[in-house]
């Protein structure tokens, strides 16, 4: 058995939270010789509602779990962490434009990541789920400038994941047989799904599925938009995709990637493929010892770096926004 893992989860009372508990109590973030300890912080008023998810995670009699905290206080939940995933964040409410979203949303990590800094343990990873989740990574970050930057990711492996099943289901073929496809950009539509290097079994994408105008058109916008389509369908927006996805995240960090294979993350920029340094886009990566290495020299055409750069404009109009809010 190894070491116990701690892992805070925020927002834990809410529908991502309630999915994601479950599945990391369960071994299925790190695996089966991996014990897990969790805090879960939540505002006063869920409290009582994250308590009873606690209960029910008793009640899962999971062998790996060894310990469960709610919390309504930043320092007790980042106490010793590890792991973050961060989920909670305020909804879009009526009247609500997007910089009082920003400004809201602001206020809380940049509350959360001056927690991070000061209890947190010296290898914490943390992944940003709540929204605008690129840009609340990057107010995550800036508000904890002693831990190394690489830490600081924000979710884009739902928008991955989306695109490999659109493939997967129009090839007539498993999910797991789609590899080397990421989604550049935003966790937005703007986002660009990028197949260009992508395989389906052993053939190129292209080759696969010989429909340039479904892979160029309706694939591209159903990714994009698949977010809105589930809030349409459900009458709620996505829960345990995300959490899933937010699973696979923490996972291939910890576990590393698929041989022969890469997947989408959003972590502040190096500098690759042009993207500003810092700016927390989506990019390629492999993860091998617990550490991501972007894939770097793969050919972008014209059009496509056209659609990246407009999504890098977009985060940087949101950083810019957040700058002036002194938030960022
Ligand atoms: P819910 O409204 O069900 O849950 C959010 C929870 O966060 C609530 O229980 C709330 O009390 C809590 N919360 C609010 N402020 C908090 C704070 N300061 N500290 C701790 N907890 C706090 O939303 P849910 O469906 O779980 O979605 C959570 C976030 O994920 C939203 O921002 C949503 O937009 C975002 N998403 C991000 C996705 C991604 O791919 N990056 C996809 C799914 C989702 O839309």
């Known amino acids: 058995m190894n070491a116990p893992v701690r892992i805070t989860i925020t927002g834990a009372a809410g529908n991502i939270g309630y999915a994601l508990a479950f599945r990391i109590a369960s071994g299925g973030m790190l695996g089966a010789d991996t014990p897990v300890e969790l805090r879960m912080l939540e505002i006063p ?15 899962g009699a999971f062998p790996l779990l060894r310990d469960v905290v709610v919390t309504d206080d930043a320092t007790a939940a980042f106490d010793g962490a590890n792991m973050a995933l961060l989920v909670g964040a305020m909804p879009r409410k009526a009247g ?4 009082d979203l920003l400004a809201a949303n602001g206020a809380i990590f940049n509350e959360q990541g001056k927690a991070i800094a ?8 943390a992944l940003v789920v709540g929204n605008p989740a690129n840009t609340n990574a990057a107010i995550l970050r800036a508000a904890a400038p002693d831990v190394p930057g690489e830490r600081f990711h924000a979710l884009m492996r739902l928008d991955h994941n989306r695109a490999v099943a659109q493939l997967a289901q129009r090839a007539g073929v498993s999910a797991g047989e789609v590899s080397r496809i990421h989604v550049w950009g935003n966790h937005s539509n ?33 990714v994009a938009t698949r977010g809105a389509a589930i809030i349409d369908a459900r009458g709620a927006s996505s829960a345990a995709s995300a959490a899933s996805a937010a699973i696979d995240h923490m996972r291939d960090w910890a576990l590393g990637t698929r041989e022969g294979d890469w997947v989408t993350i959003a972590r502040p920029s190096q500098g690759e493929y042009g993207i500003p ?39 940087q109009d949101e950083s810019a926004q957040a700058a002036q809010l002194g938030i960022l």
Request: proline share 3%; hydrophobic share 45%.
């Open 45 to 59: 008023q869920a409290v009582r509602a994250a308590e009873g998810t606690a209960m029910e995670l008793l009640d």
């Open 96 to 99: 609500m434009d997007r910089s």
């Open 118 to 125: 000061e209890n947190a343990a010296d290898d914490i990873r």
């Open 190 to 222: 703007t986002q660009v799904p990028d197949v260009a290097h992508g395989q389906i079994g052993t053939k190129s994408v292209r080759d696969a599925i010989a429909d340039e105008a479904w892979l160029d058109g309706e694939f591209v916008r159903t």
């Open 277 to 315: 340094e810092g700016c927390i886009a989506g990019v390629p990566a492999i993860a091998r010892d617990g550490e991501w290495s972007v894939v770097t020299g793969l050919e972008l055409a014209p059009a496509l770096r056209q659609r990246i750069d407009a999504s890098v404009a977009e985060l």
